[in-house]
C-alpha cells in the first residue's frame, strides 16, 4: 500500500513562494499521474490544481495557479513537488498530493487515491 507524506507548507506572505514534497513509501509512484489537490477554508469542493503524467512529461494546471505553480516529480526518489511562486491569499489551503486511478478525469478529487495527510499552506496579505 502506498503512503504519501506531505512537507513543506508554512506561512509566507503574499508574493513569496513554498516548495512543497510529497514523498512515497511502501510501493513506487512511477506508474500512476500524481496531482495537488488543495481544501480551502470555506469552501465546499476540492480543487485539483496540478497534475503530472506518470513518465513526467505532461502537465495540466487550474487556470487559478497556471503561470505560478509547477509540478514536477523524482522517479529515483519516487517523490512529487509543488513549486509554488507569487502566492496569495486565496491560495490558502490544506494541499495534498494523490495518485490517479488509471483512466479518470485528472481534474475531479474522486479520481485520486492514496492522498497523503496534507500541508497547511498560509499566505498573509
Known amino acids: 500500500q502506498v503512503q504519501l507524506v506531505e512537507s513543506g507548507g508554512g506561512l509566507v506572505q503574499a508574493g513569496g513562494s513554498l516548495r512543497l514534497s510529497c514523498a512515497a513509501s511502501g510501493g513506487s509512484i512511477s506508474t500512476y499521474a500524481m496531482a495537488w489537490i488543495r481544501q480551502s477554508p470555506g469552501k465546499e469542493r476540492d480543487d485539483v490544481v496540478a497534475g503530472i503524467s506518470w513518465s513526467g512529461a505532461s502537465t495540466s494546471y487550474a487556470d487559478s495557479v497556471k503561470g505560478r505553480f509547477t509540478i514536477t516529480r523524482d522517479a529515483a526518489k519516487n517523490t512529487v513537488y509543488l513549486e509554488m511562486n507569487n502566492l496569495k491569499p486565496e491560495d490558502t489551503a490544506v494541499y495534498f498530493c494523490?495518485?490517479?486511478?488509471?483512466?479518470?478525469?485528472?481534474?475531479?478529487?474522486?479520481?485520486?487515491?492514496?492522498w497523503g495527510q496534507g500541508t497547511q499552506v498560509t499566505v498573509s496579505s
Open positions: 494523490a495518485a490517479r486511478i488509471y483512466g479518470t478525469n485528472w481534474l475531479l478529487p474522486t479520481s485520486y487515491k492514496f
